[in-house]
């Protein structure tokens, strides 16, 4: 299979369906959003100096492949088709349990925080702010997705937040509060 294909030389591009679109389409705005999520999250899987924190955003990266391919398939049924192209609601209740666990060794919040700290830490908080982007490009698509990649999107922001004062923590970076 070659890289490159010709095919999007006008400006366009294909959807799952086979749908042509131009590549401005707020469809492939929010699942292009959604990859430069997972690219930030490999860059802070790449300076991550904890595993546990590492193995984490493996997991990540793959449910947000997984969000790309239904944001990309407006028929809706490339999670029927590939088991691994699905979001369901044990994702969205396991990403609060380790929202819960980070939290529960980190010191209670008592002013905002600035982003920084190690540069895993400083890489998540990036991560965070362009998962927000994507969580608003999810909402502007007409017609709206499945309201569980909403919350998806919505629970990983926390995630990621919780998850980069964890890796300040665990490195012993301070936190700069405003």
Not at 5 to 28: A, C, E, S
């Amino acid at each position: 299979m070659k890289i490159y294909t010709r095919t999007g030389d006008g400006g366009d591009t294909g959807l799952f369906d086979g749908t042509r679109v131009p590549k401005n389409d707020p469809r492939v705005a929010a699942y292009g959003d959604v990859d430069e999520l997972n690219a930030n999250l490999g860059l802070a899987r790449a300076v991550a100096a904890d595993g546990e924190i590492a193995a984490e955003l493996v997991r990540l990266q793959r449910d947000l492949f997984a969000m790309g391919a239904l944001l990309a398939d407006p028929s809706g049924t490339v999670g029927q088709k590939i088991s691994k192209a699905r979001i369901e609601d044990a994702d969205v209740t396991r990403l609060e349990q380790v929202v819960d666990k980070f939290e529960s060794e980190l010191p209670p919040l008592t002013n905002f925080v600035l982003a920084g700290g190690s540069l895993c830490g400083a890489a998540l908080h990036l991560a965070r702010a362009v998962c927000r982007r994507a969580e608003r490009s999810i909402v502007a698509l007409e017609p709206a997705v499945d309201p569980l990649l909403l919350k998806y999107i919505n629970r990983l922001s926390d995630l990621l937040f919780v998850l980069a004062r964890a890796a300040n923590h665990r490195a012993g970076a301070p936190e700069t509060t405003w």
